[in-house]
């Protein structure tokens, strides 16, 4: 039965496709969390990584025939679920004591005798001063009846 | 085993070459030369790719592929958190439809459902509190961008390497038996006719029972963890006392708070 082995074939090249996008995914989810400083897109990285070691634990589990695989990735979204919430209350708080969400502040925590981390280099269209439009209040204000803020007449 | 082929490695170079030139860094010279490269990995890393049965399918698994990585590039190298985590929405989508494609229903559902529809609300709910005003100079810098694009270079040759030699011995074991007998890996498509394979069409019904009597146990212990992570977070924001009674760390906290 050539056709068999076809099949078979070409179930491994679709194990090989999905490992190899699940091996990309990690990476550049591994690079994002080494290099980038915003705790929020940091733990944005973290997540694609494991991202990537679902798609291939499904590749896995349809190669195998086995349920193993989408099992492991329910747990794993499990995980991700306790991860982020922890994570969120953490940075959160981490916010309110240091006003950024710079990761390189916390190298506070470091041992005394340990080299600071300085920036090298500072971007070159960087405005600290920089300020957002906002939009100017429009219209005139409405007219509040006394009664209306108390009970509602009509919706 | 077989040895490394050019193609992997120059793909994984490019890719920790264009990866280092799209982090953001103090410059933003050499961001465009940066796609350039980082899109030429992604198409060595496309030619190495099989192509699978028919164009159909071929065509729906490039898709789903191209949105994956390269949102996965850009929710990555993008200054603004905001638009890392939208970039990081469409990664999502595009991995719930790579389960799609390969049978898995349910997760594609949970990965949009409950990655996309809650985990990452919050994490930009998160960012809409704490985001500060104007630029922010840590967004425009990275730790040791060049250290960890050579990592990353490293990490993907690797992983793809080891990933094409551990499958290759697989389609050896099935090339030594082609034509009697049952394959010697059970694949789920051989199955399908008799209903053993796990694309069967009560696919919930056979993933819940699954679950619910081989995993039972498994699944106590995560709703165990979700409780225990609920409690945690809890905690963490409540004992996190006000900013005047503990002092803020930094001066820009004491002006925060």
């Known amino acids: 039965m050539p056709n068999e082995f076809d099949h078979a074939l070409a179930e491994i090249h679709l194990l090989q496709n999905y490992l190899l996008i699940g091996a990309v995914l990690f990476t550049v989810g591994l690079v994002g969390f080494l290099a980038r400083r915003n705790m929020i897109v940091m733990f944005l990285a973290a997540e694609m990584m494991l991202q990537g070691v679902s798609v291939s634990l499904v590749g896995w589990g349809r190669f195998h025939n086995d349920w193993g695989g989408q099992m492991l990735v329910i747990f794993i979204l499990t995980v991700a679920a306790c991860e982020a919430a922890i ?16 990761i390189a502040i916390w190298q506070r925590l470091r041992e005394e005798n340990q080299p600071a981390y300085v920036d090298r280099e500072i971007p070159e269209d960087f405005d600290p001063k920089q300020v957002f439009p906002t939009l100017t209040p429009a219209g005139i204000d409405p007219h509040i009846r006394e009664e209306e803020t ?6 | 085993m077989t040895g490394i082929d050019n193609i992997t490695l120059i793909a994984s170079l490019l890719l920790g070459l264009g990866l280092w030139m799209l982090l953001p860094r103090g410059s933003s010279r050499g961001k465009a030369f940066g796609l350039v490269l980082t899109t030429a990995a992604m198409g060595l890393f496309a030619y190495k790719l099989f192509p699978l049965d028919d164009l159909v399918s071929d065509a729906v698994f490039y898709v789903m592929t191209a949105v994956t ?31 799609f494609f ?36 840590y967004d425009r810098l990275s730790f040791e961008a060049g250290i960890s694009s050579i990592t ?88 996190s006392r006000p900013a005047d009674e503990l002092g803020p760390a930094t001066e820009e906290g004491r002006r925060n708070a």
């Open chain 2, 152 to 239: 990353g270079a490293l990490l993907v040759g690797l992983l793809t390497w080891t990933a094409a030699a551990t499958v290759f011995g697989d389609a050896k074991a099935v090339a030594a038996k082609p034509a009697e007998g049952p394959a010697p890996i059970a694949f789920a498509s051989s199955y399908e006719a008799q209903g053993k394979s796990i694309l069967t069409d009560h696919h919930v019904e056979r993933l819940g029972m699954e679950l619910f009597t081989r995993h039972l146990l498994a699944v106590e212990v995560a709703g165990t963890l979700l409780l225990v992570a609920l409690v945690g977070a809890v905690a963490i924001v409540a004992h």
């Open chain 2, 102 to 137: 390969q049978g898995a229903q349910f997760l594609g559902v949970a990965t949009i459902v409950v990655y996309a529809g809650a985990i990452l609300v919050t994490f930009l709910f998160v960012l809409m509190l704490c985001n500060p005003e104007g630029d922010s100079l």
């Open chain 1, 150 to 155: 108390i009970h509602r007449t009509h919706v």
């Open chain 2, 69 to 99: 990585l390269v949102s996965a590039v850009g929710a990555v190298t993008m200054r603004s958190p905001v638009y890392c985590a939208i970039w990081f929405a469409l990664t999502l989508l595009g991995t719930a439809g790579l389960f």
């Open chain 1, 87 to 102: 994570a969120l209350a953490l940075i959160q708080m981490l916010f309110q004591r240091s006003g950024n969400l710079d």
